[in-house]
């Protein structure tokens, strides 16, 4: 099936095959639970209990990292971004959904050799997030699976995800495709699902178009329910790029460069023509999974197959790449800040009193305009003077019909234009950082007839 989403609602669905998909079927949707887990944490983090710079093994003293000496320590933070330096491990990973903590703590105390030092390179790995559930585990005093139902499954009301199928009544079948080989029968066979158990976290949720809707949407819009444990700073900081994975031309019908990182359980591609697009695929024995949204059109589009290694992924994000290319909103404009409204104002007065000569741009009322750098890195004495002759080739500044409506690329910064006689004088102010939030950057450059000169 392939559903799109709007708003936390489902707008349009395709099923195919006999199982009977509706929106509200219940699938597994694998390694998309690193979302789920990785939120977890950060609930904790928000809770005081840990902190994600944390060295894994003050959490768990038996781990047995083998590194190369001078590499530096293993990081809660490493583990949630995919940059520990541990091996990718697919095969091997998803078929450890039930085994025992024990069997995991064995793991740990014999020894996790790295490829590479942590933080510096991604490299995607289950175990990781095997072991941040485990993690999980002993800082909350609560099961993993408990702790995410508790904290976040429950209070959001997404009553269709679960680690335990049996909890669930609208499951559909899982299957495994044997290839057609002389003398073998081939095709689709049905596949059992493996129970709950350490390797939970790395893709053993069930959940449902519906209540990816509501999942996706929480990202989006940074709405937090009530009862949760986490922040709309905690959903923003999940979905930044936090390891780099690389550049490349974006996949038509997208243009531009794109620009893909892993966040803390998403992968997040920021396009530099249409925006960030969040997403996490999952593929398990028997189910294949992709969840993806576009924050500037605010669309989420899911895919689920109940087979092995289906093409479910690939349909999803070329629909999604459809709705992003036909997406013709205009990126919204920053709000600028109070301060930068009001310089505004004032600059435009200040200019007006030095095209009116005298010295009334001395005036006690703009006192305070400019930071004390504008006078250092030029005079104001010859800016007054530069402007007063830019005005001689402009001619008189026309009187504005209106408030005028700068561009502001930033909160802190303002760009528009002063019509005059014979061309327009073109302002750029930047505030500083800091109270008393004065100027300090102040910039004109003169258009005429003859051309544009910068005066400062």
Same mark, same amino acid.
Request: aromatic letters at 14%; glycine letters at 18%; hydrophobic letters at 40%.
């Given at each position: 099936m392939v559903a799109?989403?709007?708003?936390?609602?489902?707008?349009?669905?395709?099923?195919?095959?006999?199982d009977g998909?509706?929106?509200?079927?219940?699938?597994?949707?694998?390694?998309? %639970?690193?979302?789920? %887990?990785?939120?977890?944490?950060?609930?904790?983090?928000r809770a005081g209990k840990l902190n994600l710079d944390d060295e894994v093994s003050r959490h768990l003293p038996e781990l047995k990292v083998v590194a190369?000496?001078?590499w530096p320590a293993l990081r809660v933070r490493h583990l949630l971004s995919m940059s520990g330096g541990l091996a990718t491990d697919n095969p091997w990973g998803d078929r450890q959904e039930s085994i025992s903590r024990q069997q995991l703590g064995a793991w740990l105390q014999a020894g996790l050799r790295l490829i590479f030092a942590p933080g510096s390179a991604y490299e995607y790995s289950n175990l990781g997030y095997a072991i941040l559930g485990e993690l999980i585990t002993r800082v909350s005093g609560q099961d993993y699976r408990q702790f995410v139902k508790a904290q976040i499954l429950e209070p959001m009301g997404m009553s269709d995800t679960r680690f335990v199928d049996s909890e669930l009544d609208r499951v559909v079948p899982s299957y495994h495709r044997e290839p057609?080989?002389?003398?073998?029968?081939?095709?689709? %066979?049905?596949?059992?699902?493996?129970?709950p158990g350490a390797f939970s976290p790395i893709g053993g949720l069930y959940s449902s178009a519906l209540d990816l809707a509501t999942w996706a949407n929480t990202y989006l819009e940074m709405r937090v329910p009530t009862g949760v444990g986490f922040t709309a700073a905690d959903l923003l900081e999940a979905q930044q790029p936090l390891t780099e994975l690389g550049s490349s031309r974006a996949e038509a019908p997208l243009h531009g460069l794109v620009t893909t990182g892993y966040g803390y359980g998403l992968k997040v591609e920021e396009y530099a023509q249409h925006g960030k697009l969040v997403s996490h695929a999952g593929g398990y024995p028997g189910f294949t999974a992709y969840m993806c949204w576009h924050e500037r059109s605010g669309y989420a589009v899911f895919a689920s197959d109940n087979g092995t290694h289906s093409a479910a992924p690939q349909l999803a994000r070329k629909a999604m790449l459809q709705l992003i290319a036909a997406h013709r909103e205009p990126k919204k404009a920053l709000a600028p800040w109070p301060e930068t409204t009001a310089a505004v104002a004032t600059l435009n007065e200040f200019v007006r009193a030095v095209a009116a000569g005298g010295a009334e741009w001395q005036a006690p009322r703009f006192a305070g305009l400019f930071a004390e750098n504008v006078e250092l890195d030029f005079p104001l004495a010859r800016r007054v003077a530069y402007l007063r002759q830019a005005l001689v080739g402009v001619g008189q500044l026309r009187p504005l019909a209106a408030a005028v409506a700068p561009s502001c690329d930033r909160p802190c910064r303002a760009a528009w234009n002063l019509p005059a006689e014979f061309g327009r004088l073109e302002l750029f102010v930047e505030v500083m950082p800091v109270?008393?939030?004065?100027l300090q950057t102040?910039?004109?450059t003169a258009v005429d007839?003859?051309?544009r000169v910068k005066l400062f």
């Open positions: 799109v989403a709007r708003g936390g609602r489902i707008v349009q669905f395709e099923q195919w095959g006999p998909y509706a929106p509200g079927s219940q699938f597994r949707v694998a390694s998309c %639970t690193k979302s789920f %887990t990785a939120l977890a944490l950060l609930v904790l983090r190369l000496e001078g057609f080989l002389p003398g073998q029968g081939g095709g689709w %066979t049905p596949h059992a699902q493996s129970g109270a008393p939030y004065a102040f910039s004109v007839g003859g051309g």
